[in-house]
């Protein structure tokens, strides 16, 4: 069982910048392929960007790419998600997730995530 819990979410600017956190309670951290979504009302939830078990491989979403940046540090069984020259689109609900050490076409989708965590609140005010 793996538990995340996910924190840094808040109010800023338009191109502003946020990090968030999401610290996870597992003493097998190194051997998930961690991912962040986000959700904005009405929305359905959507890929943001994965990193996998080691940290030496990344993905992200077109709309965040060159301005997000995903890390972590297996040391501290946590991940981050820098976020950069933030605007309103971004305003969502982020998750983080975790899953198993496959790297594929599917990490992309949610279902390819066996834990979540509760998420935070992002809000960008233009």
């Known amino acids: 069982q793996v538990q995340l819990v996910e924190s840094g979410g808040g109010l800023v600017q338009a191109g502003g910048s946020l990090r968030l956190s999401c610290a996870a309670s597992?003493?097998?951290?190194?051997?998930?392929?961690m991912g962040w979504f986000r959700q904005a009302p009405g929305n359905e939830r959507e890929f943001v960007a994965a990193?996998?078990?080691?940290?030496?491989?990344?993905l992200y979403a077109d709309s965040v790419k060159g301005r997000f940046t995903i890390s972590r540090d297996n040391a501290k069984n946590t991940v981050y998600l820098q976020m950069n020259s933030l605007n309103a689109e971004d305003t969502a609900v982020y998750y983080c997730?975790?899953?198993?050490?496959?790297?594929?076409?599917?990490?992309?989708?949610?279902?390819?995530?066996?834990?979540w965590g509760q998420g935070t609140q992002v809000t960008v005010s233009s």
């Open positions: 997730a975790a899953g198993r050490p496959v790297w594929d076409s599917k990490i992309r989708t949610w279902d390819e995530y066996d834990y």
């Open positions: 597992t003493r097998t951290f190194s051997s998930h392929r």
């Open positions: 990193i996998s078990w080691s940290g030496g491989m990344s």
